[in-house]
């Protein structure tokens, strides 16, 4: 299992739950609500991440990136604010590079649950 570099992202990263439940309505407008999965397992989080690093950072984060596409294995994280580290796939990121030896990159990790 490979770890995400120890590279922190910028303050302000973006955090989204969407629990996993299945949702039965009747038609007297009444509805029903059940948890699909392990319970501890429903609520999976994304995150948005920025990192703004020198260009040297930035093709660490996308040499690592580029080996778990080409793998596709997940990676360990820990994000900011989290106490224990979790596994996370990175689907899409961007580069951009907005001046001399200085680059951006934006990441969605969305978080897996593997043994």
Sequence with gaps: MATFPSI??????????????????????????????LAEH??????????????????TIE??????????DSFDFTAPGESASQKFVCENWSKSIPYNNRATIQTTFREVFEP
Excluded: C, M, W
């Design 8 to 37: 922190t992202p910028r303050y302000g990263q973006q955090k989204r739950s969407a629990p996993l439940t299945r949702t039965v309505r009747f038609a007297d407008g009444y509805e029903h609500r059940i948890l699909f999965g």
């Design 42 to 59: 429903q609520n999976p989080k994304v995150y948005n991440f920025t990192f703004e690093v020198s260009e040297t950072d930035a093709d």
């Design 63 to 72: 040499t690592f990136l580029d080996a778990r596409a080409n793998d596709s």
